[in-house]
C-alpha cells in the first residue's frame, strides 16, 4: 500500500522523466540493430544502401529526419510531463534543520550513522550484484551448449588470471589494456558531464539556447556512431585523444542533460521568490536554489554516466584509435584468443559495476553531509 498510495505516485515525474529520455536512445537501439543485423527495412539498412552509393546527401537527410522524429518525440512527453504532473516546478527539497547545539549533535551523530549504514548497503549490493552476475554468467555459459572452446566461464577467466602458471604474464597482457580503456572512460565522463551541466544551466537561463542546441544533441543521441564515426574522425583525427573525448561524450551527453535539466526544474518556487525578494537576480537563484535543490539528479546523471563512458571508451577504441580493451576485442576474437576475450570483458564489467557503486557512495557521503533528505 505504501508503494502504491505514496511511492509510485511520488517517483511518477523521474518515472515520466525516464521514458522521455528513453525516447531517443529506443530509437537508436532500433537503429542499431537494423544496422548490424540482416534487416531488409529500417533505418539502419537506409543507411548501409547509402554508404555504399557515396551518397552523403541522403545519409544526412536520414540523420535530420531522425533527429526530427527524436526531437518530436522527447517534445510530446515533455507535454504529457506537464500535464499529468504539474506539481512539479513546485517541488521542495527538505533539509534537516535543528534548532539548538544538543539537536545539532543528536542530528550529526544520526548522519553518521545514516552514512555507515547507506555505505555498507552501497558495498553489500555491488557484492550481490557481482555474485548475481558470476551466477547467470556461468549458468549461461554451461546451460545453452556453447562450445566450451569459446565460451569461457568464471572459472575459466579465474584460471586464465590467477590460478594458471602463466598467469602474471597474463595479468601483464592485459591489466595495460584494460588501464587505457579506463583513461578513456574518465575523459569522456568528465567531459561529458561538464558538458551536460553547462548546457543544462544555459537551457534553464534561455528557452532559446534550449530551442537552438537541444534538435543537434537529440541528432547526436539517434545517430549510430558507426556510421558518423569517419566524420569525427576526420574533424579530430585518427587516434587522438580528442577523437576519444568527442565519442566519449557523444555517449554520455544526452542521458545526463537530461537528469540535470530535469533537477533543475524541480527547484521550489517558494525558495526562488525568497531570493527575489532579497534583490537577487536568476544567476543567485540558480546558483543558491537550482543547482543545491538538483545534486540529487546531478549524483543520478553521474552515475547513469559511468557505463555510458565506458560504452563510450570501447568505441572510440574500436573506430578510432585501436588501444585499451575495445581495439583488442576484434584482434582476440579474429585471433581465437577467446581466454583473453572474455577476461578483458569481464575485468571491464566488474570494473564498471565497481565504479557506480563508488559513485553512488559518494553521493550518499555529500548528500547527508548537506542534510538533504533522499
Request: proline fraction near 4%; include cysteine; charged fraction near 10%.
Amino acid at each position: 500500500t505504501q508503494l502504491r498510495k505514496v511511492r509510485l505516485i511520488a517517483a511518477l515525474p523521474a518515472i515520466l522523466n525516464a521514458l522521455q529520455i528513453a525516447v531517443p536512445t529506443a530509437f537508436l537501439g532500433a537503429v542499431l540493430g537494423e544496422y548490424l543485423g540482416s534487416i531488409t527495412a529500417g533505418v539502419g539498412p537506409t543507411l548501409i544502401r547509402l554508404q555504399g552509393q557515396l551518397d552523403s546527401a541522403g545519409v544526412w537527410s536520414v540523420f535530420l529526419l531522425c533527429a526530427v522524429f527524436a526531437l518530436a518525440a522527447y517534445g510530446l512527453f515533455g507535454l504529457v510531463i506537464k500535464l499529468v504532473t504539474p506539481w512539479v516546478a513546485g517541488a521542495t527539497v527538505q533539509l534537516a534543520v535543528a534548532a539548538d547545539a544538543a539537536a545539532q549533535a543528536r542530528l550529526r551523530a544520526e548522519r553518521r550513522r545514516a552514512l555507515r549504514k547507506t555505505v555498507l548497503r552501497s558495498l553489500g549490493n555491488a557484492g550481490i550484484t557481482i555474485v548475481v552476475l558470476l551466477l547467470l554468467w556461468q549458468a549461461v555459459v554451461s546451460l545453452t551448449g556453447i562450445s566450451p572452446y569459446i565460451a569461457k566461464g568464471p572459472v575459466d577467466v579465474w584460471e586464465f588470471l590467477v590460478a594458471s602458471a602463466n598467469a602474471e604474464a597474463n595479468r601483464a597482457q592485459l591489466f595495460p589494456l584494460v588501464g587505457q580503456t579506463l583513461v578513456d572512460s574518465s575523459l569522456g565522463f568528465v567531459v561529458g558531464m561538464i558538458v551536460a551541466i553547462v548546457l543544462a544551466v544555459a537551457f534553464s537561463l534561455s528557452k532559446a539556447i534550449e530551442a537552438g542546441v537541444m534538435p543537434l544533441v537529440l541528432l547526436l543521441r539517434t545517430i549510430p556512431l558507426v556510421s558518423i564515426a569517419p566524420v569525427i574522425i576526420l574533424m579530430t583525427g585518427r587516434g587522438t585523444t580528442a577523437s576519444v573525448a568527442v565519442i566519449g561524450t557523444i555517449v554520455v551527453l544526452f542521458p545526463a542533460l537530461a537528469n540535470v535539466l530535469f533537477g533543475l526544474s524541480r527547484a521550489s518556487r517558494q525558495s526562488l521568490d525568497v531570493v527575489h525578494v532579497f534583490g537577487g537576480g536568476r544567476l543567485m537563484a540558480l546558483r543558491k536554489v537550482n543547482m543545491p535543490g538538483a545534486l540529487p539528479s546531478i549524483f543520478a546523471a553521474a552515475r547513469v554516466s559511468v557505463p555510458g563512458a565506458v560504452t563510450g571508451a570501447l568505441l572510440a577504441e574500436w573506430l578510432s584509435t585501436g588501444a585499451g580493451i575495445g581495439g583488442s576485442i576484434l584482434k582476440f576474437n579474429a585471433q581465437a584468443q577467446f581466454a583473453q576475450l572474455w577476461s578483458s570483458i569481464a575485468l571491464i564489467t566488474i570494473i564498471t559495476l565497481l565504479l557506480y557503486n563508488l559513485v553512488q557512495i559518494v553521493e550518499n557521503i555529500v548528500l547527508t553531509r548537506m542534510g538533504m533528505s533522499r
